[in-house]
């Protein structure tokens, strides 16, 4: 069995604007809970023109409002910006809200440059690497369980309530690996950012795992940049797009562009450097027909040992990605939620839904 899921990082395209790639993030998730997708994890991006993804426990409780089955979460909440105990307190309020829907994956990277990471600390001056620090304090606040003689013994996070969102270490190394099996969270590697290495990361983790309250077992998913069309060669032209964007962000325009059309990713003046990153990129994507893709899928499977995918797609075309995403479901076989539960969420005295 495969598990299909969905990491969203609301992609501005060139012309367009962030507001209308969060209106298409709330559209992409509506239409991923209706094929079946198990999850759908949105990103955490700053100071870019790129990716509309600020605040992703602000898009989450959007989200999960439009939907009625599919789990919904960060992919993942950059910790070091931020109080674990603020962390912990929005996630409870989701989950209050959406109880066994809630999904907290935490990432190590700033998402940003160094600058704004230094304003995202704002009045804070925090003594060098203290994130495995954060970690273990997060998992306190949210079981409630911090040992004898912890300082923070006695604080509890609010609301009060039974049930806690899922726990995701996000990483692409033997360090961030190491932490969730320490932890005895989730893992999902990003295969899409850095595959080198990846299955000796999952096998370090699931060898090194430690059962938690939370998790008595391992579980781990790997998310993979895929581009699924009718036709390979449409699929690797649509995917021509994220990979220009990627070589040439930093230099043109520091990222702060939106993605570009097919045939403006063409005809960038892309250097030597640029052209050989993209025949990496390339070589490292899962890309085709829909057969092709679940052939590729199924094989990274074999080799991570995972039957989890967090599928990540970038098209400058929405309906491009959106039929992505359709297919993948098509040839996987998913099974659509044929009526949606409806949302635990507070009704009005009236018993409609509110969005």
């Not at 993979?224 to 009718?230: M, Y």
Request: aromatic letters at 8%; hydrophobic letters at 40%.
């Amino acid at each position: 069995m495969v598990t299909l899921s969905v990491l969203d990082q609301s992609p501005v395209r060139a012309g367009g604007t962030a507001a209308q790639a969060l209106r298409e993030t709330l559209q992409l998730a509506e239409l991923c809970d209706q094929l079946g997708y198990a999850r759908y994890w949105v990103a955490e991006h700053h100071n870019t023109g790129g990716l509309a993804g600020a605040s992703p426990e602000v898009l989450i409780g959007q989200i999960a409002a439009r939907t009625g089955r599919i789990r919904v979460g960060s992919g993942g909440v950059m910790l070091s910006h931020y109080s674990p105990l603020k962390v912990a307190e929005q996630f409870r309020m989701l989950e209050a809200f959406y109880p066994g829907r809630i999904d907290l994956g935490i990432g190590r990277a700033p998402g940003s440059d160094g600058k704004t990471a230094g304003i995202l600390a704002y009045g804070r001056h925090l003594p060098g690497d203290i994130f495995t620090d954060q970690l273990q304090d997060l998992s306190g606040f949210l079981t409630d369980e911090f040992p004898e003689g912890h300082p923070f013994k006695g604080v509890r996070a609010s609301p009060r309530i039974e049930t806690a969102p899922e726990l995701w270490l996000l990483g692409s190394t033997w360090h961030s690996a190491g932490l969730a099996a320490q932890l005895g969270w989730g893992f999902s590697f990003a295969h899409f950012i850095s595959p080198d290495g990846g299955e000796d990361v999952i096998r370090t983790y699931k060898r090194d795992f430690r059962p938690s309250a939370l998790l008595p077992e391992p579980r781990a998913s790997i998310g993979v940049s895929v581009t699924c069309a009718e036709t390979t060669a449409e699929a690797e032209r649509l995917s021509y797009s994220r990979w220009a964007w990627r070589a040439a962000g930093q230099r043109l325009g520091g990222g702060r562009g939106g993605i570009p059309s097919p045939e403006e990713a063409m005809d960038l003046l892309l250097t030597a450097q640029d052209r050989e990153y993209i025949e990496y990129m390339k070589s490292r994507s899962v890309y085709g027909d829909p057969a092709q893709v679940k052939a590729k899928l199924l094989a990274l499977g074999e080799r991570y040992d995972v039957d989890e995918f967090v599928v990540v797609t970038i098209t400058h075309d929405f309906a491009a990605r959106m039929r992505s995403y359709e297919l993948l479901a098509e040839v996987f076989e998913l099974k659509g939620a044929l009526t949606p539960v409806p949302s635990p969420v507070a009704t009005g005295e009236g018993g409609s839904r509110q969005p």
